[in-house]
């Protein structure tokens, strides 16, 4: 039996075709859906491939923080040089 704190981990259905060529046919599914699908798609008799994987979690996108202006330059490099006299 699992943790009771963890899900199930989510499962996709791709497809390769004759050229190579991959495709995302469904995502999000427990291990179980997602192989009855992939059969399901073996069993209309089309030449291409059908597997099952694990999907990758996502990575948590960095915040975008918003620059101040001349944030992006030098210390100093925006000011006059003191002129001594």
Do not use: C, I
């Not at 199930?8 to 427990?30: E, I, K, S, W, Y």
């Amino acid at each position: 039996m699992g943790h009771p704190d963890r899900t199930p981990a989510a499962h996709r259905v791709m497809r390769q075709d004759d050229n190579g060529n991959r495709f995302l046919l469904a995502r999000g599914l427990t291990r179980p859906a997602a192989e009855a699908l992939a059969a399901e798609f073996e069993a209309r008799g089309h030449k291409q491939l059908y597997w099952v994987e694990p999907e990758e979690p996502e990575e948590p996108e960095e915040p975008e923080t918003a620059e101040e202006p001349g944030a992006a330059e030098e210390p100093g490099a925006a000011e006059e040089p003191a002129r001594s006299e």
